[in-house]
């Protein structure tokens, strides 16, 4: 499985940004994906994630009501739509993915792929 992340960018405060992540490869082995963010100097963290088994959304804390996540399973395309940004949200945000298993999904150990990242520049 191959993830192709993109769409990130400078923007202001308040504003709103769509991050893509094309899958390709034998993406029908998956079970959970998900985006997961690193600031400059931070560990990398949970940001959302979603099941392709039942369509499940979780999110972290920080962005709860203001991120959406989603996926189009015809284009093989998972989203990340970034809503009221925050110079806090400033990071380079990386999709991941992982076959079904039991691991909580905010677990970062537990994605078996990851994307190359896109950096996010939010300026107050």
């Known amino acids: 499985v191959q993830l192709q992340a993109s769409g990130g960018g400078l923007v202001q405060a308040g504003g709103s940004l769509r991050l893509s992540c094309v899958q390709s490869?034998?993406?029908?082995?998956?079970?959970?994906m998900g985006w997961f963010r690193q600031a400059p100097g931070q560990e990398r963290e949970f940001v959302a994630a979603?099941?392709?088994?039942?369509?499940?959304?979780d999110y972290s804390d920080s962005v709860k009501g203001r991120f959406v996540i989603s996926r189009d399973s015809a284009l093989n395309t998972l989203y990340l739509q970034m809503s009221s940004l925050e110079p806090e949200d400033t990071a380079v945000y990386f999709c991941?993915?992982?076959?079904?298993?039991?691991?909580?999904?905010?677990?970062?150990?537990?994605?078996?792929?990851w994307g190359q990242g896109t950096q996010v520049t939010v300026s107050s």
């Open positions: 490869g034998r993406t029908g082995s998956l079970g959970t």
């Open positions: 979603t099941s392709r088994i039942d369509g499940s959304t």
């Open positions: 991941a993915a992982r076959r079904p298993k039991l691991s909580a999904v905010y677990a970062l150990s537990s994605y078996d792929y």
